[in-house]
């Protein structure tokens, strides 16, 4: 019989990254993004090689540097989303003076 407890499922690690099959979704993106934009390009070989390509090196990347290198990459080199917060300082700023 099944009692009230047997009717969820309970996650093994909350941290898990969000997942699209097997892969997290940074590498489903190198998966899957080159190849359709070659597909514009006509050349569809070329694809698959740099789907191929970035795959090994995301995976090289994340096994020397760790899982969260490249969302600290992309927060302190690209621009934010400025419309959201507007009196937000800039992330270089570590010490202010009161």
Known sequence: MLDDYDKHLLLHHLD???RILKWTL???GVILLPPFLSLLLESP?????VSGVGYWSLRRIKQRF???TLK???YWYFP???RRFKKIPP????EYLA
């Open 16 to 18: 898990d990254p969000l």
């Open 45 to 49: 070989l070329l694809g698959f090689v």
């Open 80 to 82: 934010h989303n400025f």
């Open 26 to 28: 940074d590498e489903a």
């Open 91 to 94: 992330s270089y700023i570590r």
């Open 72 to 74: 600290h990459a992309l």
């Open 66 to 68: 760790g899982q969260g």
